[in-house]
């Protein structure tokens, strides 16, 4: 009888890291692990966007020992208390109660080749494409279209029933720029390369004052960044093709429309 394999935290990890290297994470971020114990054995992950408490519980329910996500559970401010009542206090406590080890991939996801913003490009039918400067985003041709079709069909790639945009522009649009999550950032490296069009999420009041000849598209943070989530099992199916996963379906958008 052939040995199961035994697979520790860390094995994933590594098969993460090696398509998005942890080194080309922004220097806010904190991506990596951040809840349980890398070298402890893992046979089952959960895979979501956001490690939320929904999302813990769910794998506490599904028997996973491990969770892996696109957003970290602890990033941009310290954690400096975790006392129950507190949201991510309870997440933690509950992860480390139920014995679950938490990896991210946040930015080096969204920098990697073949990451979400070249899948970002790959829906929008963009050719030719380049990076932004920073990695955070990509440019590239689209074939002519109007700004009523180009909406159309970000709603139709992302699935979104309703973006935000600037005002729409006029005549065809044929050089659009993407960037995954909140890309506000980028809109003037966007413009710089001759962009007429930002496609990202999280864009704020101020910039959908656009100048002339630039719209912004905003689909969602959220909506932006799903992709994540097949990305991230396609990775491990690769490296660990008999490797049990579950993907979550309790991780929703936490911004509600009516």
């Known amino acids: 009888m052939q040995k199961t394999q035994k697979i520790k935290a860390s094995d994933i990890a590594e098969a993460i890291e090696r398509f998005a290297p942890l080194a080309t994470q922004a220097e806010w971020d904190n991506s990596g692990f951040t809840v349980g114990n890398p070298n402890a054995e893992v046979h089952k ?80 039918g963009l050719k030719d494409c380049a990076p932004l400067s920073d990695g955070f985003g990509v440019v590239g041709k689209i074939s002519p279209v109007g700004a009523d079709a180009l909406i159309a069909k970000v709603k139709k790639a992302f699935g979104v029933s309703n973006v935000r945009t600037s005002s729409p522009l006029k005549g065809k649009i044929s ?66 093709p008999t490797f049990a996963l579950h993907l979550s379906e309790a991780d929703k958008s936490p911004i509600f429309y009516f």
């Open 45 to 124: 992950a959960l895979i979501a966007l956001n490690c939320s408490l929904e999302v813990v519980k769910e794998a506490v329910d599904c028997g996973c020992d491990m969770i892996i996500t696109h957003h970290p559970l602890i990033v941009h401010k310290p954690c400096l208390s975790i006392l129950e009542g507190d949201v991510r206090s309870d997440t933690i406590m509950l992860a480390i109660r139920s014995g679950i080890t938490v990896y991210s991939s946040h930015t080096p996801l969204d920098r990697a080749k073949g990451g979400l913003n070249d899948i970002m490009a790959a829906k929008m």
């Open 175 to 240: 050089r659009v720029a993407v960037s995954s999550g909140g890309g506000q950032g980028s809109i003037s490296e966007a413009i710089a390369m001759g962009a007429q069009v930002l496609l990202t999420g999280d864009v704020t009041h101020h910039n959908f004052y656009c100048p002339a000849g630039f719209m912004v598209v905003d689909l969602g943070h959220h909506f932006s960044e799903l992709p994540a989530i097949e990305l991230l099992k396609s990775i491990v199916k690769k490296n660990f």
